[in-house]
């Protein structure tokens, strides 16, 4: 099992560009969930999903757009993006029913200059 | 509006000795915690967690408390060890339906031999 993979590692980006995060797991979790993560915060929620076709927004959905079409696929799309937006970006999923811990992926650090 | 705290940013230890993170929460419709750890350049991992209905979980050298009263919960490291010294990371569910977490800003542990 390879878990939560998150892709690309690192990314810069120049503020107007757009991009998309992928994020894939292969434990058949029905919940996923995008957070980012600023210098000395906690996790903020983007977005999250509690199975294919059927999405919700989070704390801070403000310039990003989700999809989930599969139950293993959940990528985050940034459009037009702003300085704001560089944080390091992490995917998460779980199980759901009763089973609330979250499976965290290695992150994608992204920088908008 | 901060609904889960963590107040001290730092905390050191030496090797051997108890470590202590605390938590500090203000919704009182939370009914699940969870403590996470994250390394530098990884993603969270699921540490420990305990349910409302419960005020002590342990699990080998990690023990958490929960206060309800207080709306405070701790994690107990018991011996540290140099390889603990990570960030530490609480979270809280909401009862009812939703999965989503709520983060603290997190504790960065520094455990020194």
């Known amino acids: 099992n390879a878990g939560v993979t998150q892709t690309p590692k690192f990314r810069i980006l120049k503020i107007g560009q757009s991009m998309t995060l992928q994020c894939a797991q292969d434990?058949?979790?029905?919940?996923m969930y995008w957070y980012r993560q600023d210098p000395g915060m906690g996790l903020k929620l983007i977005y999250y999903?509690?199975?294919?076709?059927?999405?919700d927004k989070g704390e801070v959905p403000n310039g990003y757009n989700v999809s989930r079409s599969t139950t293993e696929d959940f990528p985050l799309r940034l459009e037009l993006a702003a300085p704001s937006q560089t944080s390091v970006y992490f995917c998460?999923?779980?199980?759901?029913?009763?089973?609330?811990?979250?499976?965290f992926g290695p992150g994608t650090r992204l920088t908008v200059t | 509006d901060q609904q889960v705290k963590q107040n001290s940013p730092s905390l050191s230890v030496q090797e051997g000795r108890i470590s202590i993170l605390n938590c500090d929460y203000t919704?009182?419709?939370?009914?699940?915690f969870l403590w996470y750890k994250k390394y530098p350049a990884e993603g969270p991992t699921f540490l420990i967690s305990?349910?409302?209905?419960?005020d002590k979980n342990e699990d080998g050298r990690f023990t958490v408390f929960l206060n309800k009263s207080a709306k405070h919960l701790s994690l107990h490291i018991v011996p540290s060890q140099p390889g603990d010294s990570a960030v530490y990371f609480c979270?809280?569910?909401?009862?009812?339906?939703?999965?989503?977490?709520?983060f603290g800003k997190g504790t960065k542990l520094t455990v020194n031999p």
């Open positions: 998460a999923s779980s199980g759901g029913a009763l089973s609330y811990e979250q499976y």
């Open positions: 434990m058949n979790h029905n919940y």
């Open positions: 999903s509690v199975g294919a076709g059927i999405t």
């Open positions: 305990i349910s409302s209905i419960k």
């Open positions: 979270a809280a569910k909401t009862q009812g339906g939703s999965e989503k977490l709520v």
């Open positions: 919704n009182s419709m939370f009914d699940y």
